[in-house]
């Protein structure tokens, strides 16, 4: 961590790509806190990361710092093209563990529970669906911590 983040409240941030329009499969969950950042972007890229980045930072409260637990992807790789904001860590998780990363249940729930049975016949239209998805879940913090939680990892807030 940078000394910058010294006594500071420490937030984990776990993102992950929804990736709307592929095939998705059908899929029942059950479900029972936080703040959440998402942007809406025609591809897939270091200058979607990049957006992202600058709004997760705005996300994370003052008196905190952020670390972002981050997959592989090469749009998250730390280098000249990502700029990572001054109250962002990137942590790299190790390569095929997407069990480490919450993000990826919560993802999958949208894709089968909200957007695996629309065809959208345009970008908007698909922007729109994700739209709605996000602000499904955005507002039931106790789903996105039921579809997250592990059994072998305990957060006390």
Not at 7 to 33: C, H, M, N, T, Y
Not at 69 to 88: F, K, S, Y
């Amino acid at each position: 961590m940078p000394a910058s983040a010294a006594g500071k409240d420490l937030e984990v941030w776990f993102p992950d790509e929804a990736r709307v329009g592929q095939k998705g499969s059908l899929e029942a969950i059950w479900a029972a806190r936080g703040i959440g950042a998402a942007i809406i972007m025609p591809a897939v890229n270091t200058e979607a990361m990049n957006e992202h980045l600058k709004e997760i930072s705005c996300q994370v409260a003052t008196c905190a710092h952020a670390l972002l637990v981050c997959d592989g992807a090469g749009w998250h790789q730390p280098g000249e093209r990502l700029i990572v904001p001054d109250n962002i860590t990137l942590l790299r998780l190790p390569p095929y563990a997407p069990e480490l990363n919450p993000m990826e249940n919560v993802r999958d729930y949208l894709q089968g529970n909200k957007l695996s049975s629309r065809v959208c016949d345009t970008y908007e239209a698909m922007r729109d669906a994700s739209k709605e998805a996000r602000n499904f879940i955005a507002n039931d913090a106790d789903r996105i911590i039921s579809i997250g939680t592990r059994d072998w990892a305990h957060v006390s807030l």
